[in-house]
């Protein structure tokens, strides 16, 4: 077995630079809580770590099966509300109240795919935007027990300490972007999924002629969506130790889309980078909110992803992978660019 993983990293890994780097920083995310113990930096990379599945998530759903949802935050809030309504009203804790509110995200995703079916392009965005916007006015409808725009505090946390709450959410990211690369990856031997996504965002009719079941698919892809932006929603609540209605605007919706566009979209890379890059960036000089980078992150971020989508369209990430990863013309095998043949064939890359 370890005879096996040395040769894969030997012969899969290092001899590309786009993995080599992800390896060294998702280390470095590890290691992090070694170089400092200020509080505040473990808070925003915590919830950096969270919003990043939140931005992946989307980026499955909207980049990856061509069901651009302008309203994702309806599963992260739907969730983030869940958690705190249990704990308020049943008292129940983290243990439980995070699977419940996770199953209660991918119960609306499923409700909400059924009429989101029979549309397509910007009428099916209309329509998933508009599904938050209906759950914001229940929530102030029920100022009693939602405590309307105040929202619920007092929500407990999931760990005794701010690294605790880091380690969970770092090792959660992990394992979660990991399970939604492999669902994405169209070259997996094994998981056809990223290869049937790529078909139907291409050309539904084609996909469908030649035997797939794009509507179970178009589901499956509401049900991961609203699944692991639910698992990010439910353990937000609980860092955060309030909810709100923000986590149900048009704004928390808009922040993954721009996440993954700065990044680059049907990537999964992508999104991490444009939360790590914009979202931390911005969270460490704008010191929780109190001066003027704090007050207009969102301002700063649209700014942003318009200079890169005009010199970088395909996103920050996707760029600096072409500028050093090239592919070969003949075998189709990963190379670095500074490589005059194949590693494997030996074609000429020049």
Same mark, same amino acid.
């Given at each position: ?5 040395f040769k894969?990293?030997r012969?899969?890994?290092l001899?590309?630079?786009?993995k080599?780097?992800?390896i060294?920083f998702?280390v470095f995310?590890?290691?992090f809580?070694l170089f ?5 930096y ?5 919830t950096?770590?969270?919003?990043v599945?939140?931005?992946?998530s ?18 992260f ?15 129940w ?7 419940v509110g996770t ?5 609306v ?9 029979r549309?397509r392009?910007?009428?099916l965005s ?13 929530v102030?409808?029920f ?8 929202g619920?505090s007092?929500?407990p946390?999931?760990?005794a300490?701010?690294v %605790?709450?880091?380690? =969970? &959410?770092?090792?959660? @990211?992990?394992? !979660?972007v990991?399970?939604m ?5 169209? #070259?997996?031997?094994?998981v056809?999924?990223?290869l ?5 965002r ?10 797939i079941n ?6 499956l892809?509401f ?6 932006a ?10 955060? %130790?309030?909810?709100? =209605? &923000?986590?149900?605007? @048009?704004?928390? !919706? ?5 996440y993954v566009?700065?990044? #680059? ?14 979202q ?5 000089l704008g ?10 992150q ?11 989508l005009?010199?970088?369209p ?6 600096v ?14 190379n670095?660019?500074w490589?005059k ?9 020049r």
């Open positions: 077995m370890l005879r096996r993983l894969d990293l012969f899969s890994v001899p590309v630079p786009g080599v780097i992800a060294v998702f995310l590890f290691i809580p400092t113990d200020k509080s505040y473990m808070f925003v990379f915590a950096s770590n969270l919003l599945i939140f931005a992946v989307w980026d499955l759903l909207s980049g990856y099966s061509g069901q651009v949802n302008f309203g994702h935050a309806l599963f809030g739907v969730s983030a509300w869940s958690v705190g309504l249990l704990n308020k009203y049943l008292g804790q983290p243990w439980a109240t995070i699977p199953l209660i995200a991918t119960g995703g499923v409700l909400t795919c059924f009429p989101a079916l549309l392009g910007p009428y209309l329509l998933t935007m508009s599904f938050p916007l209906m759950l914001i006015g229940l102030m409808a100022k009693k027990w939602t405590g309307g725009e105040f619920i007092g929500i946390e999931i760990a300490t701010r %605790g709450e880091y380690y =969970i &959410s770092l090792i959660v @990211m992990t394992v !979660s990991l399970i690369w492999k669902l994405t990856d169209a #070259g997996s031997k094994y056809r999924t990223g049937i996504f790529h078909a139907i291409e050309d539904e009719i084609a996909a469908r002629a030649s035997g794009t509507i179970r698919y178009k589901i892809a049900v991961i969506g609203g699944f692991f639910g698992l990010a929603g439910a353990l937000y609540a609980h860092i955060l %130790g309030t909810v709100s =209605i &923000s986590s149900l605007s @048009m704004v928390m !919706s808009f922040r993954a889309i721009i566009v700065f990044g #680059g979209i049907v990537s999964i890379y992508g999104a991490v980078v444009g939360v790590y890059v914009l931390t960036l911005l969270q460490l010191v929780g909110g109190t001066t003027w980078v704090g007050q207009n969102i301002l700063i971020m649209a700014i942003i992803v318009i200079l890169v005009l010199f970088m395909e996103g920050v990430a996707v760029w992978r072409n500028k050093i990863e090239r592919e070969c013309p003949r075998c189709k095998l990963t670095a660019a490589r043949e194949c590693r494997a064939c030996g074609a000429n890359l």
